[in-house]
T-cell receptor, first 112, second 117 residues
Framework: KQEVTQIPAALSVPEGENLVLNCSFT??????LQWFRQDPGKGLTSLLL?????REQTSGRLNASLDKSSGRSTLYIAASQPGDSATYLC???????????FGTGTRLKVLA | DGGITQSPKYLFRKEGQNVTLSCEQN?????MYWYRQDPGQGLRLIYY???????QKGDIAEGYSVSREKKESFPLTVTSAQKNPTAFYLC????????????????FGEGSWLTVV
């Protein structure tokens, strides 16, 4: 059974700092690994999707990497801004299923 | 605009009562999902459906029921058998069983808050 873990659970950084969020998954047979942002009381918004055959994806100040052999993905945020404050969740889709299994998220606060 | 609409945004349930959460999508997606989120927690899968008139239990299906009579709609009923229903409920959809699935993301509605009174 696929299990997804995110560390740290919460993170507080000063504005302008570069930071890394971590995601681990137990079953490396995946279709893809995705990163989402969730603002308080809202739904999730997709940030980046890395297919099983890919190693990384970039969008603006965000870069996500995937290492299936170690069961890890990282989300790198460059030059953080107060507007980046939110909860970030990763989700893995195990091959042969169409179920998205989510981690518990990292709550990020960027201080002005 | 294309998207997923959940209603109501806030719902209160009395003891012993069944309540139904609505989810409608106009993205022409085959797959739809229901997740539950408790405060400070990740998302747990309740039910999912890959095609009309078919659905599967997720990890926490007990006390919940669904139907998929139309491609656009996937309502969730929280029954009186669900003893701790207070949570944030999220509906989502994706392209489903398609060769393009691996490169396509899942889209979420804005969620519904359910509280037991």
């Amino acid at each position: 059974k696929q299990e997804v873990t995110q560390i740290p659970a919460a993170l507080s950084v000063p504005e302008g700092e570069n930071l890394v969020l971590n995601c681990s998954f137990t079953d490396s047979a995946i279709y893809n690994l995705q990163w989402f942002r969730q603002d308080p009381g809202k739904g999730l918004t997709s940030l980046l999707l890395i297919q099983s055959s890919q190693r990384e994806q970039t969008s603006g100040r965000l870069n996500a990497s995937l290492d299936k052999s170690s069961g890890r993905s990282t989300l790198y945020i460059a030059a953080s801004q107060p507007g980046d404050s939110a909860t970030y969740l990763c989700a893995a889709v195990t091959s042969g299923t169409y179920k998205y299994i989510f981690g518990t998220g990292t709550r990020l606060k960027v201080l002005a | 605009d294309g998207g997923i609409t959940q209603s109501p945004k806030y719902l209160f349930r009395k003891e012993g009562q069944n309540v139904t959460l609505s989810c409608e999508q106009n993205l022409n997606h085959d797959a739809m999902y229901w997740y539950r989120q408790d405060p400070g927690q990740g998302l747990r899968l309740i039910y999912y459906s890959q095609i009309v008139n078919d659905f599967q239990k997720g990890d926490i299906a007990e006390g919940y029921s669904v139907s998929r009579e139309k491609k656009e709609s996937f309502p969730l009923t929280v029954t009186s058998a669900q003893k701790n229903p207070t949570a944030f409920y999220l509906c989502a959809s994706s392209i489903g069983r398609d060769r393009k699935f691996v490169g396509n993301t899942i889209y979420f509605g804005e969620g519904s808050w359910l509280t037991v009174v």
